[in-house]
């Protein structure tokens, strides 16, 4: 079945600085790809659309500045939060429609953001 | 964002004993999905029903898809402490998944 490679599985940085996170789809090609936050006991939350080749569509109330998303092939999307503050530590958990499986969605096996 | 109302948003029971999750919107749905979620991991796809009137059965669990394509339940029977996890129901409204608030089940033995 499709796989979605999420990395890191956990990152612990200070406040104020910056962390990246990959979303890569291993065996198919994804024009769009996902990014959700889930914070503890809670659901995922949309945060926004990531298109290859153009700019994302965020949901309503995420900052655009502040949670930076490129979608630069087809197989890698990233997901940079900027100065980061101790309210962004969260799950965050990347999606991707696979064509070859009717674009079914697939998640990754999600990153657990922990700002100090 | 639609917003999907699941229900209940725990629950906690003891070994085969049955249970009903319930997931409903307004908006009607391209399909839905139900996921199951364990901590510190992505969700897992259970099922997908597309069809209004649909029913899919995965061993214990039966999901059925509301006529009008706006709501859907799924039932475990006789559920097992290995059920324990949170389970999403997700709607598709064409462009992205949006997720109900999740239903948090614990079964113990």
Not at chain 1, 55 to 80: C, M, P, R, W
Request: aromatic share 10%.
């Amino acid at each position: 079945g499709a796989v979605v490679s999420q990395h890191p599985s956990w990152v612990i940085c200070k406040s104020g600085t910056s962390v990246k996170i990959e979303c890569r789809s291993l065996d198919f090609q994804a024009t769009t790809m996902f990014w959700y936050r889930q914070f503890p006991k809670q659901s995922l939350m949309l945060m926004a659309t990531s298109n290859e080749g153009s700019k994302a569509t965020y949901e309503q109330g995420v900052e655009k500045d502040k949670f930076l998303i490129n979608h630069a092939s087809l197989t890698l999307s990233t997901l940079t939060v900027t100065s980061a503050h101790p309210e962004d530590s969260s799950f965050y958990i990347c999606s991707a429609r696979d064509p070859g499986h009717n674009y079914g969605y697939t998640f990754g096996s999600g990153t657990r953001l922990t700002v100090v | 964002t639609q917003l999907l109302e699941q229900s209940p948003q725990f629950l906690s029971i003891q070994e085969g004993e049955n249970l009903t999750v319930y997931c409903n919107s307004s908006s009607v749905f391209s399909s839905l999905q139900w996921y199951r979620q364990e901590p510190g991991e992505g969700p897992v796809l259970l099922v997908t029903v597309v069809t209004g009137g649909e029913v899919k059965k995965l061993k214990r669990l039966t999901f059925q898809f509301g006529d009008a394509r706006k709501d859907s339940s799924l039932h475990i029977t006789a559920a097992q402490p290995g059920d324990t996890g949170l389970y999403l129901c997700a709607g598709d409204f064409g462009y992205a998944l949006n997720f109900g608030k999740g239903t948090s089940l614990l079964v113990t033995p």
